[in-house]
Nanobody, 121 residues
């Protein structure tokens, strides 16, 4: 049974940093990434990294967020720096067993339950 478990969310002030972690169990994946969903909005892509180590970022994340992956531990991380109020959302870990460089929700078969990130000014 596949499980994705996120951790590391919480409250932060604008300009500060948070680091999200996601550990997967049950199998390995071509792609592991992060999406987020703000209240009243659709879930949106943040970043993804393939087994090869190639990463892709949303424009909103470029230059501020860094995704990394530990294949040995089946884990993916998201270092979020220079946080803004608009980064407030529930962040979801996602994993795909089919391909890398996927930026849409439909490409991911497995999802974590999400972790709340709240950024205040």
């Amino acid at each position: 049974q596949v499980q994705l478990v996120e951790s590391g969310g919480g409250a932060a002030q604008a300009g500060n940093s948070l680091r999200l972690s996601c550990v997967a169990s049950g199998r390995t994946f071509y792609a592991m990434g992060w999406f987020r969903q703000a209240e009243g909005k659709e879930r949106e892509f943040v970043a993804t990294m393939g087994w090869s180590g190639i990463s892709t970022y949303a424009e909103s994340a470029k230059g501020r967020f860094t995704i990394s992956r530990d294949n040995a531990k089946n884990a993916v991380f998201l270092q979020m720096n220079s946080l803004k109020r608009e980064d407030t959302a529930v962040y979801y870990c996602a994993a795909s067993a089919t391909a890398e460089r996927l930026t849409t929700t439909s490409g991911y078969q497995y999802w974590g339950l999400g972790t709340q990130v709240t950024v205040s000014s």
